[in-house]
């Protein structure tokens, strides 16, 4: 409608997002978690593929990653922030488990003493890779939904893959440097080379699984899009 000055007012439309009364969300959640918990579990164990240098959760983590996307996109970053916070409340819990497991007496036999040893050698570790992943993954993923809702919020529902790759890029980044400067030493990494190896091979692997994981991305957020009463669109 023209304005009294003679020239027409445009108003972007408000970006989209479903609420979380629908039982997608709380599925998505779940699998973010149990990823997280397990990749927690695999990165005290370091890693040699030739001449990378990575660690045993490094097949897992980028799945964390490509959900806190599609969340961000469906539910807004609230919702995403939330799922970010109790996913790591359920990993510090699992930590705590841990912990309990190992401390608590065992058999003191042969076959008891060896199954305390490998209890402790496994899980040992993984409280400080808890706190690494918990202040990586709050940091590089908080960044990562922030950056995908405030690209959406110019783009409305066009160039879902320019905010997928480009949140991406530096949610991994902050991820990647937090993670590796804590977790390094409980894998293993003590010198300066293999330490840039590990970092660089882990941000390069995570961002190319991320890019390589988009066309399967923009189907899942277009499907759930679809199926959220709440959403109101038809298409991501």
Do not use: H
């Amino acid at each position: 409608m023209p304005s009294p000055s003679g020239s027409s007012t445009l108003s972007k439309p408000a970006p989209r997002f479903a609420s979380i009364g629908s039982p997608y969300f709380g599925i998505m959640l779940a699998i973010m978690a149990v990823v997280l918990i397990l990749s927690n579990i695999g990165a005290s164990k370091g890693v040699v593929l030739g001449p990378i240098i990575t660690d045993g959760g490094f097949f897992l983590f980028p799945l964390a990653y490509i959900l806190g996307d599609v969340m961000s996109e469906v539910y807004g970053f609230k919702v995403a922030r939330k799922a970010i916070i109790t996913s790591f409340a359920l990993s510090v819990f699992a930590s705590l488990c841990y912990w309990i497991i190992i401390v608590l007496p065992g058999f003191t036999d042969e076959y008891g003493t060896s199954k305390q040893a490998a209890i402790e050698g496994a899980l040992g570790p993984v409280p400080q890779i808890v706190l690494a992943s918990l202040l990586a993954f709050l940091a590089g993923q908080t960044i990562n939904s922030w950056i995908l809702v405030r690209m959406k919020a110019r783009t409305g529902e066009k160039s879902l893959w320019a905010r997928l790759m480009g949140s991406s890029v530096v949610g991994e980044l902050v991820d990647t440097l937090i993670f590796c400067s804590i977790a390094a030493s409980v894998i293993g990494i003590t010198d300066v080379g293999s330490f840039l190896n590990y970092a660089l091979a882990g941000f390069v692997y995570k961002t190319a699984v991320e890019f390589l994981f988009v066309p399967v991305t923009v189907l899942v957020v277009g499907w759930i899009k679809k199926r959220e009463p709440s959403y109101g669109v038809s298409a991501a």
